[in-house]
């Protein structure tokens, strides 16, 4: 579900906040080992991911090759600017488990994409958030973050540092 845009008389287009993801980037990955279970060991991985525009600018999609320690696999997102609400859908496709996921909806206020859904980890019911942190047109930051509490309280687990190639 969307979220509740609570700016309107701010409201903006933001169908070119995802431009700067536009082409081809290295990817440093680094992952909890475990998810909500109070672990504070990190693994660290490459990949790539290529990122292109789509439906005239009101969408994007991209290709990533993950090269998780003994297994590496492909993934990919789909962005979604809906000009009616001023906010993104994002999708993220896993080819391990090939199904579009639930959406995230948010949007980008001071540099920072903010992305929220529910979702469920291991059984239980989870918020789920993404951020993207002030990207430049060299430099990304991605971070996944869950919240077994509502919100209330995240642990992030996974953080993206792209450079462009």
């Given at each position: 579900?969307?979220?509740?845009?609570?700016?309107?008389?701010?409201?903006?287009?933001?169908?070119?906040?995802?431009?700067?993801?536009?082409?081809?980037?290295?990817?440093?990955?680094?992952?909890?080992?475990?998810?909500?279970?109070?672990?504070?060991?990190?693994?660290?991985?490459?990949?790539?991911?290529?990122a292109d525009p789509i439906l005239g600018?009101?969408?994007?999609?991209?290709?990533?090759?993950?090269?998780?320690?003994?297994?590496?696999?492909?993934?990919?997102?789909?962005?979604?600017?809906?000009?009616?609400?001023?906010?993104?859908?994002?999708?993220?496709?896993?080819g391990r488990d090939p199904k579009i996921?639930?959406?995230?909806?948010?949007?980008?206020?001071?540099?920072?994409?903010?992305?929220?859904?529910?979702?469920?980890?291991?059984?239980?019911?989870?918020?789920?958030?993404?951020?993207?942190?002030?990207?430049?047109?060299?430099?990304?930051?991605?971070?996944?973050?869950?919240?077994?509490?509502?919100?209330?309280?995240?642990?992030?687990n996974w953080i993206m540092e792209f450079?462009?190639?």
């Amino acid at each position: 579900m969307p979220v509740k845009d609570d700016r309107p008389d701010e409201r903006r287009d933001g169908a070119g906040d995802f431009d700067f993801l536009h082409g081809a980037w290295r990817v440093h990955h680094r992952q909890r080992r475990e998810r909500l279970a109070g672990c504070d060991e990190w693994i660290e991985f490459g990949g790539t991911m290529e990122a292109d525009p789509i439906l005239g600018g009101l969408g994007n999609f991209d290709r990533n090759v993950i090269d998780l320690p003994g297994e590496r696999y492909e993934a990919s997102t789909l962005r979604l600017f809906h000009p009616d609400t001023g906010q993104w859908s994002l999708h993220w496709i896993d080819g391990r488990d090939p199904k579009i996921d639930p959406p995230l909806y948010g949007a980008f206020k001071d540099g920072v994409g903010t992305f929220f859904s529910d979702d469920s980890f291991r059984g239980r019911p989870i918020r789920l958030r993404f951020l993207w942190e002030r990207p430049t047109p060299t430099t990304a930051r991605w971070t996944q973050a869950f919240s077994a509490d509502g919100g209330a309280t995240w642990e992030i687990n996974w953080i993206m540092e792209f450079s462009r190639t």
